[in-house]
T-cell receptor, first 111, second 115 residues
Framework: GENVEQHPSTLSVQEGDSAVIKCTYS??????FPWYKQELGKRPQLIID?????GEKKDQRIAVTLNKTAKHFSLHITETQPEDSAVYFC??????????FGDGTTLTVKP | GAGVSQTPSNKVTEKGKYVELRCDPI?????LYWYRQSLGQGPEFLIY????????DSGLPNDRFFAVRPEGSVSTLKIQRTERGDSAVYLC?????????????FGPGTRLLVL
């Protein structure tokens, strides 16, 4: 089955700096890679996703890159703000619709 | 419109008891997913419904876990003879049609504590 590894497990940055979270996956059949933000005690919320036919996608301060050959994808947050502090999860999904999640990155943005 | 809802929000039970967790997906969504999230980990897939049928139940950990979706809308996750290791947040998600690469919308979860 699919295995997703996510790094780092914790990340602390100063407000205004950039944050990068990386994930690798094992199943070459995976073709959909969403990223979720989860605040304490809340549900995971989709923040951006990328499909296997593109290498990069951007939405304001958030971007995701995908390298299918190397089987890794990354989340980039620029100009971080304290409200970006949360746990971020990557996931990989194949045509069966089942998603495999990484173990999360706790991002802390210090004012 | 209304998002995915789950009840109860919290459930405390004793080891060996039976529990039922309910999920109300977004109206009209045909695909429904159950995940389990332990502290400090990402959601772990349990089962996926397409309409009334379980399209993939490969994530159910053992035969104490069972889920149904009799009318293709509300789903119930049932856990028999609960164990302390079952303690976790149980998340439900739905998507419009379950087609590949489709966004899943999560509910708030049910926090299950087995004493």
């Amino acid at each position: 089955g699919e295995n997703v590894e996510q790094h780092p497990s914790t990340l602390s940055v100063q407000e205004g700096d950039s944050a990068v979270i990386k994930c690798t996956y094992s199943d070459s059949a995976s073709n959909y890679f969403p990223w979720y933000k989860q605040e304490l005690g809340k549900r995971p919320q989709l923040i951006i996703d990328i499909r296997s036919n593109v290498g990069e996608k951007k939405d304001q301060r958030i971007a995701v890159t995908l390298n299918k050959t190397a089987k890794h994808f990354s989340l980039h947050i620029t100009e971080t703000q304290p409200e970006d502090s949360a746990v971020y999860f990557c996931a990989a999904s194949n045509n069966a619709g089942k998603s495999t999640f990484g173990d999360g990155t706790t991002l802390t943005v210090k004012p | 419109g209304a998002g995915v809802s789950q009840t109860p929000s919290n459930k405390v039970t004793e080891k060996g008891k039976y529990v039922e967790l309910r999920c109300d997906p977004i109206s009209g969504h045909t695909a429904l997913y159950w995940y389990r999230q332990s502290l400090g980990q990402g959601p772990e897939f349990l089962i996926y419904f397409q309409g009334t049928g379980a399209a993939d139940d490969s994530g159910l950990p053992n035969d104490r876990f069972f889920a149904v979706r009799p009318e293709g809308s509300v789903s119930t996750l049932k856990i028999q003879r609960t164990e302390r290791g079952d303690s976790a947040v149980y998340l439900c998600a739905s998507s419009p049609s379950g087609t590949p690469q489709e966004t899943q919308y999560f509910g708030p979860g049910t926090r299950l504590l087995v004493l």
